[in-house]
Every structure is written in C-alpha cells, then in structure tokens.
C-alpha cells in the first residue's frame, strides 16, 4: 500500500464514529479469514522481534571476539615477555657461575701462597741468621 492509500483510509475511519470501527474490527477479527490475519500479523511481529534479538546477539558476539581477541593477544605479549625475562635469568646465573668459580680459584689459590709464606715465616729455613731454633713458632708470642 502506498501513502495515499493510507492516508484515505484514516480519513475515513477517522470521520466515523469509534463504536463503529470497533465493531468493523471486531466482525472482522472473529471471520475465519481475520482469525488468520491475526495469526500472521502476530507470528510476523514475533518473528521480525527475534529477528532483531538475533541481530544484537550476534553483535554482541561479535563484539565479545574482538575483546577476547585483544586480551589474548595482550596476554601472548605479556607471556612472551616473561618468557624473555626467564632466558635473560638463566643467561645471568650462568655468567654468575662463570665468576664464582674463578673467584673460587683465585681465593684458594691464594689461600695456598698464604699458607706456604705461613710455613716459610714460621719455619724461617731461608736465613741462617735469624733461624729460629727447631719448634719454636712466631705465632707462639715472646718468648
């Protein structure tokens, strides 16, 4: 139906009396044929409301992707750099181990020279003018 059409029926029903166009709508619901009109017009309306409802559905799924997308995709990211961070650890504590193990020789290497200049004082063998008689120790205090 175009606009003029409709526009000439509500002038129409407008100019007559309300009682009357229940009436008219009332005879016409209850015929077998208006009946089924209702029907229709019933199941188009809950159809066309479903429709709808399907339609936000889906935009909100659609809309629920995209946010999951971006939060997994940030927690990839994240998980990655974490990652990164664990290797760089690892590669810390192996260059820690590499300098606690040459610190470990140096220190018993030293340890090893102290303890020969120790027994070389302590022995005094090298000057035969101030040896010290055998069992005597500098370590032991005056004598």
Known sequence: MDQATIAVIIKA???VDAT???YLVLGFGLT???LVCLVICFWWLNERKRTENERKRQEALSQYREDMHKVLKAYGDDLKAVAAFYRDNVKLVESYEK???SLQDTVVLNTQ???KLT???CTNQFCPATRLAKGDSPL???L
């Open 99 to 101: 300098i606690a193990d």
């Open 32 to 34: 077998p044929f208006g």
């Open 20 to 22: 009357v166009v229940l």
């Open 140 to 142: 032991k205090g005056p």
């Open 13 to 15: 029903l407008a100019s």
């Open 119 to 121: 027994d070389a004082v």
């Open 113 to 115: 020279v102290m303890q």
